[in-house]
């Protein structure tokens, strides 16, 4: 099968940097689509970034012109700087990637999360 597995998380103060990767592994034939979603306690689950099979990004809001979502696909790995972090980014992130696999065909694939704070 095919497996995500996310990395990058931590505590950074206000103002700070962190960089989350997300590597897909396993029977890969294609990645298509790749987005970061976060959630806060108590919020909705809200679309990130977004970067498309052939690299047209998209943002939400909230974080344009802070966060960059970027792509190897070499490696099968979604990237999502994130620079000058404010308190209200605070979230669990998740990556999320659409996946042609040679044995389960299409796949829509999460990561398990990873805890990002910002805090002073």
């Known amino acids: 099968q095919v497996h995500l597995v996310e990395s990058g998380g931590g505590l950074v103060q206000p103002g700070g940097s962190l960089r989350l990767s997300c590597a897909a592994s396993?029977?890969?034939?294609?990645?298509?689509?790749m987005t970061w979603h976060r959630q806060a306690p108590g919020k909705q689950r809200e679309l990130v970034a977004r970067?498309?099979?052939?690299?047209?990004?998209s943002y939400s809001d909230s974080v344009k012109g802070r966060f960059t979502i970027s792509r190897d696909n070499a490696k099968n790995t979604v990237y999502l700087q994130m620079n000058n972090l404010k308190p209200e980014d605070t979230a669990v992130y998740y990556c999320?990637?659409?996946?042609?696999?040679?044995?389960?065909?299409?796949?829509?694939?999460w990561g398990q999360g990873t805890q990002v704070t910002v805090s002073s």
């Open positions: 970067i498309r099979s052939r690299s047209v990004t």
């Open positions: 396993g029977s890969i034939f294609r990645i298509n689509d």
């Open positions: 999320n990637v659409g996946v042609l696999s040679t044995v389960s065909g299409l796949m829509d694939l």
